[in-house]
């Protein structure tokens, strides 16, 4: 892995900002393309923190790359064959975007998160306790805590607004947003997005306990992979070698930093408390872990 400078916040001169999301700053080049610069910022309980963390831009921007180019038989997805030399930046611009930046085509988003859950964890663990289903989908009784499904579970969400939090949706409901061939469409999509590449985690020692996509459509109206994709940030990444049903178990990603939040005294509104030195490069271990073991040359 190259190194870089730590990104919190980019400020590029020559071009227009887009959009400033809680970890990606978003750039207008033309009528047909952006660019994305993925920053080392954090964000947990919907707070961006002011601690950034070590690498986090350039592993996202990496595994993200891995997958779409890994992917993209199966759907094809926003990269262009645009080079980050074409762009009018001066040195320290350029400086901000290395090895976290990418030019992608402009595409019309889907008002939706595809979620995939393959095991019984976090929201739909409780929806679980409470009514035996997950989403409104019926499950055999008995299941344990973290168990791996009968079947991976597609389970839809809607698009909050900035600083609120997605909500469930029924299937129903995706297919009055995008129209039921759609809403079919992005279902298998997703699933078999999920399928993919759970089996080559599982070949690198990672199990992927659920996961996010987000879709757009181009001028031709085609479904195309958009954002990030099975990244430590869109999805819940867990050892294999130390997974047990019926415990939480540890995943490569935030959770650490949500984990140490919740034993201070903090209302979960901004601003943050800032991280200990050993809270953030902790954290940047385990993104750098999982971008070293997806990655790696498979025997």
Known sequence: MQSTSLVHTTHLRHLPLLHRGKVRDIYDIDAGHMLIVTTDRLSAFDVVLSDPIPHKGQVLTEISDFWFKRTSSIVPNQLSNRSLEELPLDADEREQLRGRAIIVRKLKALPLEAVVRGYLIGSGWK??????????????????????????????????????????????????????SMAAKVRETSLTLYEFAASHARDCGIIIADTKFEFGLDAEGRLTLIDEVLTPDSSRFWPADTYRVGISPPSFDKQFVRDYLETLDWDKRAPAPKLPAAIIEKTSEKYREALRRLTRPQS
């Open 127 to 180: 929806d679980y306790q409470a009514t035996g289903k997950v989403c409104g989908i019926e499950l055999p009784t008995g299941l344990a805590l973290a168990e791996r499904l009968p079947t991976p579970l597609f389970t839809p969400a809607s698009k909050a607004p900035a600083g609120q939090h997605d909500e469930n949706i029924r299937y129903d409901e995706v297919e009055s947003l995008i129209g039921a």
